[in-house]
């Protein structure tokens, strides 16, 4: 006797007119009457939902998250208006289908919807600047490992920002309101990682005076992040993979198993594979971990994000130090996007941090605020137009001053002045990337003022490189 695929229906509190009867001879119709959705049965073969709201009740959403590839149907007796559709296709993967008395076909697979990627604002909102398409990929990765609970291994050079992208994926997650828990494998010594990581009941070693519940437990519900996980001890390693294996940890000193629901994110600057061929790492661990690999390119291999990372780590130490906002010259860019940057993102990090402090009260960072670089460079000499000496590269070409001479037929004195004003308006603006507070302070004006020489001099619609900032 064949068994009846099975049709989950969420109405939502919409009526069903009777046809889950008329579906009957095609499924096996179980219902459910609430406002707020309840997760299908495990032997569902298609969600169907009731879609007549003008957009989806929170609760449906994380709901949707959680069923991984069940095929979703959403019912409406309507076709979806315009001012709707943005909030049902949020759901992500489902299809739509009009309310009828013909049963949904069965065998409906779900749509694979490509998600648009990260606007500049959602990237800096996590912490991170991703315009080069290297970063793009990173992202895109990152995002689609956040829609699941599958373990994230993190590989790259040390200071590439990989505790930011696990960071970035927990946020993006839809357990982002639940702990992120970093563990820094190589600072533990190996006789402590352990019972940090799985716990400890009371009485298991000679200090051990109270159970304790270890970082996994800890981060139950939520994300653990494993820093330089290839330092991990062999012993350590069999309990990991336990854990991956059965999402259970047992606690040192005895006691029964304890289950956990984690999503698991490690990173290593190691090269995992060789050290499984040396025997230092297990080759079962490694593939428990590889499940969604992403590779963080070093910051040499992202040249056009050095300008803005700078900008931003700028602006974030300002605040953080509480000092004013400053800006970068424009002759910095080539300068910093020409260097190595060994210590990739954290180097730079440090360097925008050092520059801003020993800065005094200028509003303006130039060249000569990095020569503290050139004592690292070495032989190295950035691929710039002229061989110079490195040092040299770090002082701020001078323009000599252009004379001014009165032709033999005179000129237009208000239109020389205006023409010289423009010009010196549109370079303030350049240096302080668009910020009008800053542009005006270099030019020694009220804000107010140079608002209003903007307008005088149609300045208002020149377009430029960031936003104002107050």
């Known amino acids: 006797m064949n068994t009846l695929p099975r049709l989950h229906w969420s109405t939502l509190g919409e009526p069903t007119h009777g046809l889950e009867q008329r579906w009957a001879a095609v499924w096996g119709v179980s219902l459910d009457k609430g406002a707020t959705p309840a997760l299908p049965p495990v032997e569902a073969d298609l969600w169907a939902i009731s879609a007549e709201a003008p957009e989806p009740p929170p609760a449906l959403a994380r709901a949707v998250a959680e069923v991984g590839a069940l095929p979703i149907l959403l019912l409406r007796s309507k076709p979806l208006p315009p001012e709707s559709l943005a909030a049902w296709a949020a759901l992500g993967s489902v299809r739509w289908s009009l309310l009828r008395e013909d ?12 998600q648009a990627p990260l606007t500049a604002s959602q990237a800096l909102g996590l912490g991170l600047v991703g315009i080069s398409a290297a970063m793009q990929d990173v992202l895109a990765k ?27 994926i927990h946020r993006m997650s839809n357990e982002a309101d639940q702990p992120f828990v970093p563990v820094h494998c190589g600072a533990i010594p190996e006789n402590l990682l352990e019972s940090e990581l799985f716990g400890y009941t009371k009485g298991a070693f000679t200090d051990a005076r109270k159970d304790t519940p270890g970082k996994f ?12 996980v290839g330092t991990m001890p062999l012993a350590a390693q069999v ?19 304890i289950k956990v629901d984690v999503r698991v994110v490690v990173a290593t600057n190691q090269d995992l594979w060789k050290k499984v061929q040396d025997g230092s790492f ?22 056009d994000e050095v300008p803005f990372l700078a900008q931003h780590f700028l602006n974030r130490k300002a605040r953080q130090h509480g000092l004013y906002p400053k800006a970068l010259h424009p002759s910095v860019d080539p300068l910093l996007m020409a260097l ?78 205006s023409e010289m004003e423009k010009k010196l308006m549109l ?42 900032e107050e």
């Open 142 to 168: 990152a995002r689609a490992a956040a829609a699941t609970r599958a373990t994230v291994l993190l590989t790259g050079e040390s200071g590439t920002g990989k505790e930011v992208i696990a960071r970035a």
């Open 239 to 257: 309990r990991l993979l336990r854990v991956l294996q059965e999402w259970e940890v047992q606690p040192l000193g005895g006691g029964g198993p």
């Open 340 to 417: 190595p940057w060994p210590g990739n993102v954290r180097q730079l990090e440090n360097a925008v941090e050092r520059a801003l402090v020993l800065s005094a009260s200028r509003p303006v960072l130039t060249r000569e605020d990095f020569a503290f670089l050139a004592e690292r460079m070495g032989d190295y000499v950035p691929e710039l137009s002229t061989p110079s000496p490195v040092n040299a590269l770090f002082t701020t070409p001078q323009s000599a001053p252009s004379s001014l001479e009165l032709p033999p037929d005179g000129l237009d004195l208000n239109q020389v002045v």
């Open 103 to 114: 049963p949904p076909t069965p065998g409906l697979r779900p749509l694979a919807l490509p």
């Open 217 to 228: 437990r800890e981060a139950n519900g939520g994300t653990i992040f494993l820093d330089e």
């Open 427 to 468: 370079q303030s603006l350049q240096i302080t990337r668009g910020n009008k507070k800053r542009a005006a302070e270099l030019l020694g004006l009220k804000r107010t003022t140079f608002l209003e020489k903007m307008k005088r001099l149609d300045l208002e619609d020149v377009e430029l490189s960031a936003t104002e």
């Open 282 to 303: 297990r080759e079962d661990l490694f593939y428990r971990l590889e499940v969604v690999p992403i590779a963080l390119p070093p910051l040499r291999q992202r040249r």
